[in-house]
């Protein structure tokens, strides 16, 4: 069975420029998460989906920041404009019944540079 | 602050050594994961504690969750360069899954 995939896997832009990364989950998963990884901040969950509906999107940095997930097989997370600091390396996780269970399933990853 | 403080931050062996990794809060969990990320890919679940004092073996892997169910740590027998890798514990928070900021684990041959 495929595994959550994340496209591109990576990404180099110009500050300023608008970015968008997309993630489709495993089949059946009803939740979503997209996080952030540096090397400053470690693994950090930007917002939360469940049965497509946005439950959490606190830790979503700033207004520059959106996500979408019009339905259960795919999700974008938007940058725009994106900025330098914006760099790091974006995972999109999928599981079923949410935190509940526990396991998170994730994409490879979109390594994301803004210079 | 992180909910999840895990030491040693980073961690160079020889093949064949033994490790631990840690995995220390203030706060009470109902259950504790560890994940294990190579480069270039993202965290794979390696085991899930659930009980106060419960221990699990995988292989040459051995996870422990503390009584309190605050703590837990990870250790490895006799590593081999298989094991080079991001260590990260991660808890529910609410509904959330918070991550340690991981041990970067390296096997010399």
């Known amino acids: 069975d495929a595994g959550v995939i994340q496209s591109p896997r990576h990404e180099v832009t110009e500050m300023g420029q608008e970015v968008t990364l997309r993630c489709k989950p495993i089949?059946?998963?009803?939740?979503l998460f997209w996080y952030r990884q540096t090397m400053m901040r470690g693994l950090e969950l930007l917002i939360y989906f469940n049965n497509n509906v946005p439950i959490d999107d606190s830790g979503m940095p700033e207004d520059r920041f959106s996500a979408k997930m019009p339905n259960a097989s795919f999700s974008t997370l938007k940058i725009q404009p994106s900025e330098p600091r914006d760099s790091a390396v974006y995972f999109c996780?999928?599981?079923?019944?949410?935190?509940?269970?526990?396991?998170?399933?994730f994409g490879e990853g979109s390594r994301l540079t803004v210079l | 602050t992180q909910l999840l403080e895990q030491s040693p931050q980073f961690l160079s062996i020889q093949e064949g050594e033994n490790l631990t990794v840690y995995c220390n809060s203030s706060?009470?969990?109902?259950?504790l994961q560890w994940y294990r990320q190579e480069p270039g890919e993202g965290p794979v679940l390696l085991v899930t504690v659930v009980t106060g004092g419960e221990v699990k073996k995988l292989k040459r892997l051995t996870f422990q969750f503390g009584d309190a169910r605050k703590d837990s740590s990870l250790h490895i027998t006799a590593a081999q360069p298989g094991d080079t890798g991001l260590y990260l514990c991660?808890?529910?928070?609410?509904?959330?899954?918070?991550f340690g900021a991981g041990t970067t684990v390296t096997v010399r041959a």
């Open positions: 996780a999928s599981s079923f019944n949410g935190g509940d269970t526990g396991e998170l399933f």
């Open positions: 089949s059946g998963h009803n939740s």
């Open positions: 991660a808890a529910l928070n609410d509904y959330k899954l918070s």
């Open positions: 706060s009470v969990f109902s259950s």
